[in-house]
């Protein structure tokens, strides 16, 4: 008797189950045996829903304080994403453009969930419940998020994310170590006090709390960036228009529409009656979130000059600007 299609499958199952557990010095029919007892998986205990429930823990009474916790853990989780994709790159030792365009396209999935939701909390949000829940956040401050900043290091030379002031001053980052780079990053620039120029608590928790992390992270991608990934593509997979349009959209996304987003939520809800409010973390945002202040690029090489030099102009102008109190 020949045995059926599913018979077939079962045994080639086994088989191949019988290699694997004897390669690993283990008895299959032990393994199978256990099966007998295991439990169905079920979709809340795999995604470990109670223990995702429990994790928001709002520090007033305030109602829209649980969307603005919320929604900053959903924005960590897709940061969790990004960098997920991003590390699929820089472990493999050679990378074809279908593999890279798939982890950029992925990578603009992520952000653009991110830039499109904002609403949620900067429209969203009652702007007197958020004035006075904030208050009780303070020094914490979203420039405190570690995923981001691994999100940056992991993208792109690290002489772009040096302080526009100070990448002439370093020059040629094959010269210089990746401790003087990260002394000089930008977003050390943009917690500082904005009426001493000292740093803020907000930054000296961070510095304490991930710097050396940081900069392992930082020296990591070296060479191993989006960017330096991307650069080892042959030219004509590198002068792909679909995969370039990628890589300027990411550029985009992640250096002015996202930063961006920010700012027009800062300035719906901390400038109120003419009056400007301080950031929760004592921040300098004015200086820290607009783009046409750091000039922030990941990818120059991809963009003309008259690009660079207008990054992020228009959107301000029209977001922003257009829509200040007078």
């Given at each position: 008797?020949?045995?059926?299609?599913p018979e077939?499958k079962?045994?080639?199952?086994l088989?191949?189950?019988?290699?694997?557990?004897?390669?690993?010095?283990?008895?299959?029919n032990?393994?199978?045996?256990g099966?007998?007892?295991?439990?169905?998986v079920n979709y809340?205990?795999?995604?470990?829903?109670?223990?995702?429930?429990s994790?928001?823990?709002?520090?007033?009474?305030?109602?829209?304080?649980m969307?603005?916790?919320?929604?900053?853990?959903?924005?960590?989780?897709?940061?969790?994403?990004?960098?997920?994709?991003?590390?699929?790159?820089?472990v493999?030792e050679?990378?074809?453009?279908?593999?890279?365009?798939?982890?950029?396209?992925?990578?603009?999935?992520c952000?653009?969930?991110?830039?499109?939701?904002?609403d949620?909390?900067?429209?969203?949000?009652?702007?007197?419940?958020?004035?006075k829940?904030?208050?009780?956040?303070?020094?914490?401050?979203?420039?405190?998020?570690?995923?981001?900043?691994?999100v940056?290091?992991?993208?792109?030379?690290?002489?772009?994310l040096v302080?526009?002031?100070d990448?002439?001053?370093?020059?040629d980052?094959?010269?210089?170590?990746?401790?003087?780079m990260?002394?000089?990053?930008?977003?050390?620039?943009?917690?500082?006090?904005?009426?001493?120029?000292?740093?803020?608590?907000?930054?000296?928790?961070?510095?304490?709390e991930y710097?050396?992390?940081?900069?392992?992270?930082?020296?990591?991608h070296?060479?191993?960036?989006?960017?330096?990934v991307?650069r080892?593509?042959?030219?004509?997979?590198q002068?792909?228009?679909?995969?370039?349009?990628?890589?300027?959209?990411?550029?985009?996304?992640?250096?002015?529409?996202?930063?961006?987003?920010?700012?027009?939520?800062?300035?719906?809800?901390l400038?109120?009656?003419?009056?400007?409010?301080?950031?929760?973390?004592?921040?300098?945002?004015?200086?820290?979130?607009?783009?046409?202040?750091?000039?922030r690029?990941?990818?120059?090489?991809?963009?003309?000059?008259?690009?660079?030099?207008?990054?992020?102009?228009?959107?301000?102008?029209?977001?922003?600007?257009s829509?200040?109190?007078?």
């Open positions: 008797m020949v045995p059926s299609d077939n079962t045994n080639e199952i088989a191949s189950l019988h290699e694997r557990y004897e390669s690993d010095g283990q008895d299959l032990t393994h199978l045996t099966l007998l007892y295991a439990k169905y809340w205990d795999y995604i470990r829903l109670d223990t995702l429930l994790l928001q823990k709002p520090r007033t009474d305030f109602p829209d304080e969307v603005f916790i919320v929604y900053h853990q959903i924005t960590e989780l897709y940061f969790k994403l990004i960098l997920h994709e991003l590390n699929l790159l820089q493999q050679t990378v074809s453009v279908d593999f890279f365009k798939q982890r950029i396209q992925r990578l603009n999935w952000f653009g969930q991110m830039i499109e939701s904002f949620i909390i900067s429209v969203g949000l009652e702007q007197e419940q958020f004035l829940f904030r208050a009780a956040l303070s020094p914490a401050s979203g420039f405190q998020s570690v995923q981001y900043r691994m940056e290091l992991a993208s792109t030379d690290m002489i772009n302080h526009p002031n990448r002439e001053i370093l020059g980052d094959d010269y210089i170590t990746t401790e003087e990260f002394e000089k990053i930008y977003w050390k620039k943009g917690a500082v006090d904005a009426a001493t120029g000292k740093k803020t608590l907000t930054l000296k928790a961070f510095e304490q710097d050396k992390m940081l900069l392992r992270v930082a020296e990591d070296r060479t191993k960036n989006l960017w330096s991307y080892r593509l042959s030219f004509d997979d002068t792909q228009k679909s995969l370039v349009d990628e890589m300027k959209k990411y550029d985009m996304y992640a250096n002015l529409f996202w930063p961006l987003t920010h700012f027009k939520h800062a300035i719906h809800h400038i109120k009656n003419k009056d400007e409010a301080n950031a929760t973390g004592g921040t300098n945002w004015r200086q820290y979130l607009p783009p046409r202040f750091q000039k690029i990941f990818f120059n090489e991809l963009w003309t000059a008259e690009e660079i030099e207008n990054w992020g102009r228009s959107w301000v102008e029209k977001e922003v600007f829509k200040l109190p007078v």
